[in-house]
């Protein structure tokens, strides 16, 4: 107590992310505070060559520029294993083929509806830029799965298949599949892409087999010396992260980022100290939770360890 000196900002001319960063472990107060924590996690976290790391993260993210950060930590390999819902694939694909919109929470959505635009917060996704041009491309990889001779398949699988046929480097998916990692997706039937499975099945035998997913995370965690993980949101994408890693006593690190409360009992709520308790999370562990907006604080975040990860090269 009483020992580190609350210092202001001192601001200037081409100041790069992670020298804001670095000036917000000083200047602390409240969420900055948590900020410049969680990059230090992050940070060791990523150094750490026992620490199998997992990125967990829902879609809404996806549909923004926040994409790019997130294709960051593939592309770098500063995660080894993801975990995400079936919007991510939707928004991923979709966007290497047509635009996403800026909009704003105010609009008319009946309007909207009349031009078919979906609004997804304050982003735009006309019809063509989603449904029209994601049927299209599941259509294609699936019947040429088929061709060759795939009758089942895991989602890792799918991610892997769809990251192969992706040329556009804007793609998380084209990241993990040129980079080896997996991407697991527990509620693939969730979404568009999910939909085209469905429909693909109703006159094809073909069937997704979601155990096959679950087996390789069993053995990832329980042959992991440590774990880490990086969780954007909440969901089924945190529980499923959280939830296999009780099976070794809890994660090592954990870095939360949501804007969701905890007094409503939610998952996507719920605090690390909370996981704690349920040996989702070590009692030692390294952890902290950053309340606020990913859109802001996940491009600052990833951007300064870019910078840490380069310098220490």
Known sequence: MLEEVVEDYELFKDMSADELVLQMEKAWGFTAGKLAVGVKILEKMVNDDDCVKF?????????????????????RKFVDVAITTCGTLDH???????????????????????????????????NESYGVIIEKKM????????????????TSQLCQEIG???????????????????VYVPGITDGAVGYQLWLFSQDHDFKINLLKDEGELNDLVFTAKKTGALIVGGGIS??????????????????????????????????????????????????????????VILPIMVSSLITRKTKQK
């Open 238 to 295: 945190k529980h499923h992260t959280l939830w296999w890693n009780q099976f070794k006593d809890g994660l090592d690190y954990a870095v939360y980022i949501s804007t969701a409360v905890e007094w409503d009992g939610s998952l996507s709520g719920a605090r690390p100290r909370e996981a704690v308790s349920w040996h989702k999370i070590k009692q030692e562990a390294d952890h902290v939770m950053i309340e606020g907006d990913a859109s």
């Open 139 to 154: 259509r294609e990889l699936l019947q040429n799965i088929w061709d060759e001779g795939v009758r089942e398949i895991s």
């Open 164 to 182: 192969k046929r992706i040329c556009d480097e804007s793609s998380i998916l084209h990241w993990a599949t040129k980079q080896n990692i997996p």
């Open 92 to 126: 991923d694909i979709a966007r290497c083929w047509k635009p996403y919109f800026k909009g704003s929470f105010l609009m008319d959505d009946e309007k909207l509806r009349e031009r078919n635009i979906n609004r997804l917060g304050n982003v735009l996704v006309p």
């Open 55 to 75: 990125l967990s993260f829902p879609a809404n993210i996806v549909a923004t520029g926040t994409r790019g950060a997130l294709k960051e930590l593939v592309k």
